[in-house]
């Protein structure tokens, strides 16, 4: 079950990943975040009343409320990166955000593993690869800022990780319901200013959404917290290395889709790039 939950964890975050970024292109990114967080928080509501997790220890606040904003903020560079750029280059360069509980440990005293020091090194080489300019034009249109972006993702998702992990310390559900607390206000104000800022494009804005986007946006929301509680319940139930590397397969997914339904193709170098930098993600979930 353990190897069943991460796995199907690691496709959904992967499915959302691909999603969102098809969402966001030719859509205001920060709107597309909002549905999907909103959806988010409507889910893990749920799981909270059904569970009854309200009385739990309320250490976890503060924890949530910073992965509520290291993660809106992760989510908006992410899905605009990937709505740029090519989605088999900006996944793998996300996942790297698994560097930084390591190096947050680092500054605390905490000596990595030799295997964690390694998948560190081999990650960024596969990066560095990966991001050598496209042998076509097509693929070359915007390059930098997609991966800059990708780098920004990267560093929320890892400042999301190590804020869950402190919050779960206490309650997972209910870290998973106050950080889309506080992320939801922010994304709402957001979008506002958004819209006003572009006041003579509200109609072509609204014709963007119709209830058929709208719904794809609601199920990235459902697929993402859904993924974030079966990784949780995964790692309390079963090996954590064997769950972290599982769940840091999640580029795949959003790589397969994006090369069947898309049709992306990288060069072989990138290819291998990509391979390196997915591998050394594992290798630093499994050394953690």
Known sequence: MTILLSLVSSLAWGVADYLGGKMSRGRPTVLVVLVSQTAGLLVALLVAVAVGTFAAPTGYVPWAVGAGAAGASAVLLFYRALAIGTMGIVAPVAALGVIIPVVIGMVGGAVPSALCIAGIGVAIAGVVITARPADNAAQAQRPGRSILLAVGAAAGFGLLQYAIAGGSQYSTVMTMLVMRCASVPVLALAGVL?????????????????????????????????????????????ALPVVAVLGSLYPAATMLLARTVDHERLSRLQNAGVAAAITGVAMIAAGS
């Open 194 to 238: 958004a819209l006003r800022s572009q006041q003579r494009r509200q109609h072509s804005v609204a014709a963007s959404f119709p209830p058929r986007v709208v719904a794809l946006i609601v199920v990235i929301g459902i697929f993402d917290v859904s993924a974030n509680l079966m990784f949780a319940v995964a790692s309390v139930s079963g």
